[in-house]
């Protein structure tokens, strides 16, 4: 699931892109079993109900999906076609200060996804 939708291959001595991926989000999928008692994932929230979308119960596929345009986690994800050499890709931090994701080095990308760094404390 996280290689078809382009999930990046490789990583460095912290572990890999799918590393990362299942540390930050796997608790958001639960192993359970379809109607033909075949395994299947399903995206949960944070109280372990099932995410439901537009047309009944999300598939985990298409929960992935949305995680390629989360502002931080989708640095774990190949860009598929449609961005231009220009196209600038921006969030906003807490302080409403603009930050552009494409500017960010590898490194700098695989710490923001582990969330703020606490008051006083050095990476």
């Known amino acids: 699931m996280f290689i078809d939708a382009k999930g990046r291959t490789g990583g460095d001595n912290r572990g890999s892109f799918f590393e990362i ?8 999928f639960r192993l359970t079993k379809d109607a033909n008692g075949r ?6 929230d944070s109280k372990g109900s099932t995410i439901l979308g537009d047309d009944g119960t999300l598939a985990a596929s298409e929960h992935v999906e949305s995680l390629r345009t989360h502002p931080v986690l989708s640095f774990l994800f190949s860009q598929r076609g449609g961005l231009g050499p220009n196209t600038v890709i921006a969030e906003f931090d807490g302080n409403g200060q ?3 994701l494409q500017s960010m ?11 703020p760094k606490p008051a ?4």
Request: a negative charge; glycine letters at 10%.
């Open 98 to 100: 603009t930050t552009n």
């Open 21 to 28: 991926f299942r540390s930050q989000v796997g608790a958001e």
């Open 105 to 115: 080095t590898t490194s700098e990308l695989y710490l923001a996804s582990y969330g």
């Open 120 to 123: 006083g404390a050095r990476r």
């Open 39 to 44: 395994d299947i994932l399903e995206p949960i």
